[in-house]
C-alpha cells in the first residue's frame, strides 16, 4: 500500500468526513495528479470505501488531488468540525469538477427540457470566500450542442451567480439525489427548486 492509499484510506474514515460528504456523491474517481495513481471511493450512506484504481461503473464527477490535498483534508476533518474557512476550501476545490458532472448529465442535452425549466445558455459564476469576496470565477457556455467552462469572466452574460460554500452545497445535494432518482418528476422537481434558487444568487452584471 502506498502513502497516498494509506492516507486516503485514513481520510474517509474520519466520521465528521463521512457525514460531510454524504450527499455529495455516491462513487467518484481520484485521480494523483502528482504520482498518477487512481482510485475510486464509494459513499454508502454511512462509511466510505476505498479501492485501487478507475471502477468500470459510472461516477459522479472525477477529483484530481496532490498529495498536499489529503494532508489539508485529514487535518480539516481531524477535530469533527469544519469551520467557514475550511468549508471554502473543500468547495472551491470541488466547483469544477461538480460543475462538469452537472452539466454532462443527459438531462442537460435534452433542449426541451433546457427550455422547460430555462436553463441559460451563457452565464457566469463565482463563490464568496468568508470575507465575503468574490473568487473561482469562471464562464460557462453552450455551443456547439456541448458544454464550455472557462476561468475567469468573460462576454456579457444572460446572468451572473454568486454562491456561499453552503449554496454550492445544496445544489451539489439536489442534483445528485435527481440522478439517483432519475424520473422525469425528480428532474422537474429539481426545475422547479433551481429557478428560485438561482434567482437567490444571482447579481447584477457590471
Not at 462538469?100 to 448529465?105: R, V
Not at 472557462?150 to 451567480?161: N, S
Request: proline residues 4%.
Amino acid at each position: 500500500m502506498s502513502a497516498n492509499s494509506e492516507k486516503l484510506a485514513e481520510l474517509i474514515a474520519i466520521p465528521s468526513a463521512i457525514e460531510w460528504f454524504r450527499g455529495l456523491f455516491n462513487r467518484i474517481h481520484v485521480e494523483m495528479t502528482d504520482s498518477g495513481e487512481r482510485y475510486t471511493v464509494v459513499h454508502t450512506g454511512g462509511a466510505m470505501e476505498l479501492g485501487e484504481g478507475f471502477s468500470d461503473e459510472a461516477v459522479n464527477f472525477v477529483v484530481p488531488l496532490r498529495e498536499e490535498n489529503i494532508d489539508n483534508l485529514i487535518r480539516f476533518f481531524a477535530d469533527g468540525q469544519i469551520d467557514s474557512y475550511e468549508e471554502y476550501r473543500i468547495v472551491k476545490f470541488m466547483l469544477v469538477p461538480c460543475l462538469k458532472a452537472a452539466l454532462s448529465m443527459p438531462i442537460l442535452q435534452n433542449k426541451a427540457f433546457m427550455k422547460i425549466v430555462r436553463v441559460e445558455t451563457h452565464w457566469q459564476e463565482a463563490i464568496l470566500d468568508p470575507d465575503g469576496n468574490e473568487d473561482e470565477q469562471l464562464t460557462v457556455l453552450y455551443a456547439n450542442d456541448q458544454w464550455l467552462i472557462v476561468p475567469g469572466y468573460h462576454g456579457r452574460p444572460q446572468r451572473r451567480i454568486v454562491m456561499t460554500p453552503a449554496q454550492v452545497l445544496e445544489f451539489q445535494r439536489r442534483v445528485l439525489h435527481a440522478d439517483a432518482v432519475n424520473t422525469l418528476p425528480a428532474w422537474l422537481e429539481l426545475g422547479s427548486w433551481y429557478l428560485g434558487w438561482r434567482d437567490s444568487v444571482t447579481v447584477a452584471v457590471a
